[in-house]
């Protein structure tokens, strides 16, 4: 049985649940039989990019997913504003106001760190056991409460100074076909439309930050283009499309594109065991004695992952066990 994750390229319009079927679909296609599959944190039908797709032993890992931060390109168009907050729902205000593109860039430190977000009444939080997109479609009021979230990192698109890894604002001018506003000489540009990046925690909604961004430049505005470029420790340039996807279910290799379970463990510190030690862990037992710091590990047997155990004042205990063959037996 395969154990792992693939990191899937969701397109647009399918859902998160489709996908997870998808690859079961085509695992059974493959002859691995009957795999345990889940996903590493949900994106909308109307979003798309990195989805990190949890097999076998790996969806132990699925929680710690959910909670690990993500980021998202997005796309706001200001001028108009919808009750889903994209482009599938009704118009519900509009603006004239177009902000300065450059205006949009500055407006990002304002939106930077801890922040309270009220999510779109169309999302799947529950009032009184109801999903609120179920009462908001049937036309009942919606009134989600304030909640606190944390945006990591938040630029406009190509900003020069927008860390590494980011592209160069004059490539995205000149894709767009406007001038570089942070060029002193450049013209006062109002947007249409502007396109930012943002890192953001668990919970945070980028349709009630572009709308939040939106109201805060005097304007209105909705979210028309979605995608998520890191889930976690995962980059879109591990993700795989569709069509590779189904390659696989005709014949290609499996581990051409299967990352081992432990790439979901990146940034947490491995334990090495010897084999007394790893069959104590595998039978639930603390370990003693431990010259480490505090905090959470992964512990493994030569390069097979063991356990997540946490290490408290030189005692180890396990968290979650991963059932995985001991290629030394």
Same mark, same amino acid.
């Given at each position: 049985?395969?154990?792992?994750?693939?990191?899937?390229?969701?397109?647009?319009?399918?859902?998160?649940?489709?996908?997870?079927?998808?690859?079961?679909?085509?695992?059974?296609?493959?002859?691995?039989?009957?795999?345990?599959?889940?996903?590493?944190?949900?994106?909308?039908?109307?979003?798309?990019?990195?989805?990190?797709?949890?097999?076998?032993?790996?969806?132990?890992?699925?929680?710690?997913?959910?909670?690990?931060?993500?980021?998202?390109?997005? =796309?706001?168009? %200001?001028?108009?504003? =919808?009750?889903?907050?994209? &482009?599938?729902?009704?118009?519900?205000?509009?603006?004239?106001?177009?902000?300065?593109?450059?205006?949009?860039?500055?407006?990002?430190?304002? %939106?930077?760190?801890?922040?309270?977000?009220?999510?779109?009444?169309? $999302?799947?939080?529950?009032?009184?056991?109801?999903?609120?997109? +179920?009462?908001? @479609?049937?036309?009942?009021?919606?009134?989600?409460? $304030?909640?606190?979230?944390?945006?990591?990192?938040?630029? !406009?698109?190509?900003?020069?100074?927008?860390?590494?890894?980011?592209?160069?604002?004059?490539? %995205?001018?000149?894709?767009?076909?406007?001038?570089?506003?942070?060029?002193?000489?450049?013209? !006062?540009?109002?947007?249409?439309?502007?396109?930012?990046?943002?890192?953001?925690?668990?919970?945070?909604?980028?349709?009630?930050?572009? @709308?939040?961004?939106?109201? /805060?430049?005097?304007?209105?505005?909705?979210?028309?283009?979605?995608?998520?470029?890191?889930?976690?420790?995962?980059?879109?340039?591990? /993700?795989? $499309?569709?069509?590779? !996807?189904?390659?696989?279910?005709?014949?290609?290799?499996?581990?051409?594109?299967?990352?081992?379970?432990?790439?979901?463990?990146?940034?947490?510190? /491995?334990?090495?065991? +010897?084999?007394?030690?790893?069959?104590?862990?595998?039978?639930? @037992?603390?370990? $003693?004695?431990?010259?480490?710091? +505090?905090?959470?590990?992964?512990?493994?047997?030569? &390069?097979?992952?063991?356990?997540?155990?946490?290490?408290?004042?030189?005692?180890?205990?396990?968290?979650?066990?991963?059932?995985?063959?001991?290629?030394?037996?």
């Amino acid at each position: 049985m395969p154990h792992g994750w693939l990191i899937l390229d969701k397109p647009r319009g399918l859902g998160s649940t489709q996908a997870v079927s998808a690859v079961k679909r085509v695992l059974r296609k493959a002859g691995h039989g009957k795999v345990k599959v889940g996903h590493g944190g949900t994106l909308d039908p109307l979003a798309e990019g990195v989805l990190p797709i949890a097999l076998g032993e790996a969806t132990k890992l699925a929680g710690r997913m959910l909670d690990a931060s993500k980021t998202y390109a997005f =796309t706001i168009r %200001f001028g108009e504003e =919808t009750d889903t907050l994209d &482009t599938e729902g009704e118009v519900v205000a509009r603006s004239e106001r177009r902000p300065p593109i450059a205006a949009v860039a500055a407006i990002c430190e304002h %939106f930077t760190g801890a922040i309270e977000q009220v999510p779109p009444a169309y $999302s799947a939080l529950k009032l009184d056991g109801r999903r609120a997109y +179920d009462l908001a @479609r049937a036309g009942e009021e919606v009134e989600l409460q $304030s909640r606190r979230v944390t945006v990591h990192s938040l630029h !406009l698109a190509g900003r020069a100074d927008a860390g590494e890894g980011a592209p160069l604002y004059s490539a %995205f001018a000149a894709t767009a076909g406007r001038p570089d506003p942070f060029d002193p000489a450049a013209p !006062l540009e109002l947007a249409e439309s502007a396109t930012l990046v943002a890192n953001v925690s668990k919970g945070t909604y980028i349709r009630s930050l572009a @709308r939040d961004i939106a109201h /805060a430049l005097g304007t209105v505005g909705h979210v028309t283009w979605l995608r998520r470029i890191k889930a976690g420790p995962f980059t879109e340039d591990q /993700a795989i $499309s569709l069509d590779l !996807l189904e390659e696989i279910g005709n014949g290609a290799p499996l581990e051409d594109h299967l990352l081992p379970l432990e790439a979901g463990l990146d940034g947490i510190p /491995a334990l090495n065991l +010897d084999p007394e030690s790893a069959q104590a862990v595998r039978q639930g @037992r603390v370990l $003693s004695g431990q010259p480490l710091s +505090d905090g959470l590990y992964w512990a493994k047997a030569g &390069t097979v992952p063991v356990a997540l155990m946490e290490l408290s004042d030189g005692t180890a205990r396990v968290v979650r066990g991963f059932n995985l063959p001991d290629t030394a037996e």
